[in-house]
């Protein structure tokens, strides 16, 4: 891949949850109608970084399941789901946030130590890059906990002349997210198709 140039002209926006959701819209009005190509582009694009720093990562949760169940984006979901261990990301937090601004994205960056995210908005579309960190048998994110052994089990998932690890075993790994993971289910209530032992008092 081609070495990214990054310049130093870039602009830093800080406020705080109200007025970000007073102007996320305009950075993350998603229409269902975003190409399957686009949504492709952004994964490739998000592929090639984190490749070029060697930060090894798994797609989760609805993209998984898209991929899996219907070997496509779901195309009510809003995001590319990405989970990195939170001992590969924090060190190279800021180089991934620079190289995605690099190449046009919005960046919502939370920096909260080993659940820190970023949030790379185009095209009205969004990555979504979680760290979950270790304790004990699980992976953890702020508030949602994951058998690591479904990290370490992962799976190969390919599309056009790219290959992605989705946790596995597959049918385990989206068993143990949703409460059907077999029937599409379309709602703004994630706690309406998710189990309820996912979620922990933060």
């Known amino acids: 891949m081609s070495t990214y140039i990054i310049d130093d002209t870039k602009t830093?926006?800080?406020?705080?949850?109200?007025?970000?959701?007073?102007?996320?819209?305009?950075?993350?009005?998603?229409?269902?109608e975003l190409s399957t190509d686009s949504r492709i582009s952004m994964l490739f694009e998000a592929d090639a970084i984190l490749k070029h720093l060697n930060v090894p990562y798994y797609l989760t949760n609805g993209t998984a399941l898209g991929f899996v169940r219907d070997q496509a984006f779901i195309p009510w979901d809003d995001d590319i789901d990405i989970d990195i261990y939170s001992e590969i990301m924090m060190p190279k937090f800021k180089e991934i946030t620079m190289f995605l601004v690099q190449l046009g994205y919005v960046c919502r960056v939370v920096e909260r130590g080993n659940t820190s995210k970023i949030s790379a908005f185009k095209n009205n579309f969004k990555v979504s890059l979680g760290c979950v960190y270790l304790e004990g048998d699980f992976r953890k994110s702020l508030g949602c906990d994951y058998p690591k052994k479904y990290y370490e089990n992962s799976i190969k998932f390919s599309i056009k002349d790219r290959t992605f690890n989705i946790p596995g075993p597959a049918d385990?790994?989206?068993?143990?997210?949703?409460?059907?993971?077999?029937t599409p289910t379309r709602s703004d209530d994630v706690r309406e198709y998710n189990q309820d032992y996912l979620y922990r008092q933060k």
């Open 172 to 182: 385990e790994y989206l068993s143990y997210l949703y409460k059907d993971w077999k």
């Open 12 to 32: 830093m926006l800080m406020m705080n949850q109200q007025r970000w959701n007073e102007i996320s819209k305009h950075v993350h009005d998603f229409k269902e």
